[in-house]
């Protein structure tokens, strides 16, 4: 039976995404290959427990929900997250992937909503984005850009660009929490008329600092 080390398994309000607001049961997986700068998570790099497939399955069918969030950390890193998100997707539930784009999403089941981050410059973690993901991503797909300062801003919309982005998935455009002002982003976005989704992260305007409730 695959295992996988997870941190934390919770019911929350979806704070990012297409399916912002919905109630929403998160699994998230422990370790990460990646040290962004903005980080929320750095607790998913290490300990967690070894969890069984069908205790992680259980555990989530007790809250009775929907939307189920497999997160981490980066999900990926761990080879048995492509049998949970299978499983996830059999039992009925609206499946997505929080990732980091810089691990293959090849084998990611095709039921789930693959939300891939683009890393920027301000990231620190520019260097590790898998760009050959971008042709493997469908409108079922979300990229999501963390923009941290102007700089940011504009190699987003570089991106957005040069890869059709808009033409292929939907694009979310988020300002880094206590870098970049979220009213002024949005100006930006307006200004220059950009198809993207401006998301800002529910999640702290319900509860703070907590990255998960």
């Known amino acids: 039976m695959p295992r996988l080390r997870i941190t934390e398994i919770f019911y929350s309000i979806q704070g990012e995404s297409r399916t912002l607001g919905w109630p929403?049961?998160?699994?998230r997986l422990?370790?990460?290959?990646?040290?962004?700068g903005y980080c929320d998570t750095e607790y998913a790099f290490k300990?967690?427990?070894w969890m069984e497939l069908d205790e992680i399955l259980e555990q989530v069918a007790r809250f009775q929900a929907g939307y189920v969030t497999v997160t981490g950390g980066e999900p990926?890193?761990?080879?048995?997250c492509l049998e949970l998100l299978r499983h996830l997707a059999d039992a009925g539930y609206a499946v997505?992937?929080?990732?980091?784009g810089a691990l293959d999403v090849t084998e990611v089941d095709p039921r789930v909503v693959r939300v891939m981050d683009l890393k920027t410059p301000g990231s620190g973690e520019e260097a590790r984005?898998?760009?050959?993901?971008?042709s493997r991503l469908t409108e079922n797909d979300q990229v999501k850009f963390v923009v941290c300062d102007r700089l940011d801003y504009q190699w987003a919309k570089e991106r957005l660009e040069e890869y059709d982005l808009a033409e292929r998935c939907e694009v979310l455009f988020s300002p880094c929490h206590g870098r970049q002002d979220p009213t002024v982003l949005a100006d930006w976005i307006l200004?220059?008329?950009l198809p993207v989704r401006?998301?800002?992260q529910l999640h702290r305007i319900l509860w703070g600092e907590v990255a998960g409730k």
Do not use: H, M, W
């Open 24 to 27: 929403t049961v998160f699994v």
């Open 47 to 49: 300990g967690g427990q």
């Open 76 to 80: 990926l890193a761990q080879r048995p």
């Open 30 to 36: 422990t370790g990460c290959p990646l040290r962004c």
């Open 96 to 100: 997505s992937l929080e990732t980091s």
């Open 129 to 134: 984005n898998r760009y050959e993901n971008l």
């Open 191 to 193: 200004q220059d008329r």
């Open 198 to 200: 401006f998301q800002i």
